[in-house]
């Protein structure tokens, strides 16, 4: 049997969402009900995007690291 691993306290802000929204129970982005038009939504998505540390991670960067 594998030792039971230790549990350690974990702040929010020590966390990154690793889960896409894809999977979210909701079709519709959360960011749809804030736009006022398909053009706000798509800089309120550049936005999102921009500062999504998955997503800085998927493309070779590092969490937390914006250099």
Avoid: K, W, Y
């Avoid at 053009?39 to 998927?58: I, W």
């Amino acid at each position: 049997m594998l030792p039971t691993p230790a549990v350690v306290l974990v702040r929010q802000l020590d966390t990154v969402r690793l889960i896409p929204s894809r999977f979210a129970d909701r079709e519709d982005s959360v960011l749809s009900t804030l736009a006022e038009n398909t053009d706000h939504l798509r800089d309120l998505f550049d936005l999102d995007n921009a500062t999504n540390e998955r997503l800085l991670a998927e493309q070779g960067g590092m969490p937390g690291n914006r250099c």
